[in-house]
């Protein structure tokens, strides 16, 4: 379990010179669309990350692919920590390219 706090510690350390939101707390919705319409899932939270970028003006705070391997991770993780009410640590890419108004996940982590 410590293995898993120090490598998380040291990746928000590596990835603090990003000019990306941070978030860590609650999730409030996760909405995913049928393929016909997007592959895209968004992400709103119980409160507002700090660093916001691309996504200030809006509740959707955060966007994944959810037809990718790595989306369908993002997504176990993302409904495990709602489900459970765990507090999650999520940090954005900067970039809002997959919905010009929700912030791209870089990584999204549980906390205890």
């Not at 992400?43 to 959810?66: H, I, M, R």
């Not at 989306?71 to 919905?99: D, E």
Request: include cysteine; glycine fraction near 8%.
């Amino acid at each position: 379990m410590m293995k898993k706090v120090l490598l998380g510690t040291l990746l928000l350390i590596s990835f603090n010179g990003w000019s990306s939101s941070v978030y860590r707390g609650l999730v409030a919705q996760i909405v995913c669309h049928a393929d016909s319409v997007t592959s895209t899932c968004m992400v709103q939270l119980k409160s507002t990350p700090s660093g916001e970028s691309c996504s200030a003006n809006n509740d959707w705070k955060y966007a994944f692919n959810g037809s990718t391997p790595e989306g369908s991770n993002l997504l176990s993780l993302l409904l495990t920590a709602q489900v459970s009410r765990k507090t999650v640590g999520i940090r954005g890419q900067g970039q809002c390219t997959l919905v010009n108004y929700s912030e791209d996940i870089s990584y999204v982590s549980i906390e205890e």
